[in-house]
């Protein structure tokens, strides 16, 4: 849309991905989802994840079941939560 933010048909046809990727770190309790944001075309997922949270393969095992969507992942030290506290004071 001209704001930014997704078409509401754009969205539901990705919620069953947006469900394995919120969830996808729930066993084991390996990570708990941070933030899902959407803007500008593009959808960012941040979690927080234990340090043997094997983030490449949770991740790429999801996005070979939607190759249609270009899913890429990053991982940052961040032992403070320190993202959370810069992104609330940056956007609220």
Known sequence: MPNG???PIYNDSL???DHELVTAFDIDR???PALVET???????YF?????ADVPAVIS???????DERLSWLVRMDPEWGFVEHYTRDHF
């Open 30 to 32: 390996m990570g708990i």
């Open 61 to 67: 095992s999801i996005a070979r079941r939607y190759p």
């Open 5 to 7: 933010l997704p078409e």
């Open 15 to 17: 919620a069953e991905m």
């Open 39 to 45: 803007f500008g075309g593009e959808r960012h997922y």
């Open 48 to 52: 927080y994840v234990t340090a043997d």
